[in-house]
């Protein structure tokens, strides 16, 4: 009996929480304007989501990428008839080849830019 009652506090809990109370909505972000962001992996599912959002609140952003000229056309294609406050920019970055990753941070460093925010998404 001891089981089935927590199982059943277990389920009550989970109606509250999920349908009474209903899930609160995220709070606004404020404005990126001024930060440098680095991603690896934006090409492609969370990491282009977060891109997109990232780029609309005003960051710089900088991906690594394993194909950098398909992802700067998708991103070209997605702002195209947006004003946007932000910026993009894609670097080739293979995490699989170890030379890759050094010329990639090499690149990031000649940037002379700091980076505010780093996301490790690949």
């Known amino acids: 009996?001891?089981?089935?009652?927590?199982?059943?506090?277990?389920?009550?809990?989970?109606?509250?929480?999920q349908i009474l109370r209903r899930p609160r909505s995220l709070p606004s972000y404020s404005?990126?304007?001024?930060?440098?962001i680095l991603i690896t992996g934006g090409g492609r599912g969370i990491g282009e989501q977060a891109v997109k959002k990232l780029v609309k609140?005003?960051?710089?952003?900088?991906?690594?990428c394993r194909s950098p000229e398909v992802v700067k056309k998708k991103f070209d294609d997605t702002f195209k008839d947006h004003a946007v406050s932000g910026s993009w920019e894609v670097y080739?970055?293979?995490l699989m080849s170890?030379?890759?990753v050094r010329t990639f941070a090499q690149t990031i460093i000649a940037l002379d830019c700091p980076i505010h925010v780093l996301i490790n998404n690949a």
Not at 1 to 17: R, S
Not at 31 to 36: D, N
């Open 1 to 17: 009996w001891f089981k089935i009652y927590l199982n059943l506090i277990g389920a009550l809990y989970i109606v509250k929480e």
């Open 31 to 36: 404005s990126q304007s001024g930060k440098t």
């Open 57 to 64: 609140l005003g960051a710089r952003v900088i991906m690594g």
């Open 92 to 94: 080739h970055l293979d």
């Open 98 to 100: 170890l030379s890759s």
